[in-house]
């Protein structure tokens, strides 16, 4: 593994010495440059500190792995790869995502997977250990948003306003969260067999990056999310 320390580098100077190493790449000393790994695939970089926003944007098969906290726009407009933080993240990650993975141990901010869409094979997944901010899927238009709700401390599983304009992809909360206040043109639902087979995957692979029993988690209710595909826009758009 090729170990760089970046702690005087900009994201131009971080980014093109990423391009100019073969293999694996570890960075050190990352606090708050813009753009890491943006557009790019075919390696696996980890980054030890905080890097800054848009990590990982345009991401197109790379993996990259965060030991620590992430900022703003985690996974912007990714294609493909898989990014994991092991620690919390903060607003707009997952924003217009088109495929790949993001895995956060903890929590993230504001209007997580916002404009998330798929197409064809092109699943987006997101999954959150902790809580998420509000906006949560605001205008989802596919893929799956997973929040565990795990080291809450009593806290609500999701902020206000959760899948406002979502009209595609999934939402799935552990718990029973039916009571919670979801815009009119969702379906809010327990999970049932179908669901959990469809869950499954994305929990045990949550537990095998940052541990835990995934049979257990599995083993809670978990509430289901989806747009009302009759007329997803009508409470929002239409004047009755």
Avoid: W
Avoid at 109 to 133: D, F, L, N, S, T
């Amino acid at each position: 593994m090729t170990k760089l320390d970046v702690t005087a580098l900009d994201h131009r100077a971080i980014n093109e010495a990423l391009c100019g190493t073969e293999g694996d790449c570890r960075l050190t000393g990352c606090c708050g440059q813009r753009f890491i790994a943006a557009g790019m695939g075919g390696k696996r970089i980890e980054i030890d500190g905080v890097p800054g926003n848009a990590l990982g944007a345009y991401l197109n098969g790379a993996e990259i792995v965060v030991n620590g906290n992430a900022q703003d726009a985690v996974g912007d407009t990714m294609n493909d790869g898989r990014i994991v933080v092991r620690g919390d993240i903060g607003d707009a990650a997952g924003y217009a995502m088109r495929g790949g993975e993001i895995y956060v141990r903890g929590f993230a901010g504001y209007r997580a997977g916002i404009h998330m869409k798929e197409y064809q094979e092109k699943v987006p997944v997101m999954v959150i250990g902790g809580a998420a901010g509000s906006f949560l899927g605001e205008y989802q238009a596919g893929g799956v948003i997973v929040v565990l709700g795990l080291n809450t401390g009593g806290s609500p599983i999701v902020g206000d306003f959760p899948c406002t304009g979502m009209y595609g992809g999934r939402l799935f909360l552990r718990g029973d969260c039916r009571a919670l206040r979801f815009p009119p043109q969702v379906r809010v639902r327990l999970a049932g067999a179908e669901d959990r087979a469809a869950l499954t995957p994305f929990v045990q692979r949550y537990c095998a990056l940052f541990g835990g029993d995934a049979q257990a988690l599995l083993a809670d209710p978990f509430t289901v999310v989806t747009p009302d595909g009759q007329n997803p826009y009508k409470q929002l758009y239409v004047s009755n």
